[in-house]
């Protein structure tokens, strides 16, 4: 659980940025969405440095 927590978080954060956008606008929403969406798959693509620990 303990090294999970930083995934966790990070997600948890990704999640209260998407619900902000949408929150704002409809179409902020989408754009902060697909931003999230990059990011997360670039933290757990296999190339990620996260991963070369």
Avoid at 14 to 22: C, D, E, H, R, V
Avoid at 30 to 39: A, D, K, P, T
Avoid at 40 to 51: A, D, I
């Amino acid at each position: 659980m303990q090294q999970a927590l930083p995934l966790l978080l990070f997600l948890a954060a990704l999640i209260s940025f998407t619900s902000a956008g949408f929150l704002i606008s409809n179409g902020c929403g989408l754009f902060v969405l697909g931003i999230c969406l990059l990011v997360l798959g670039w933290v757990l693509s296999p190339t990620s440095p996260q991963q070369k620990r």
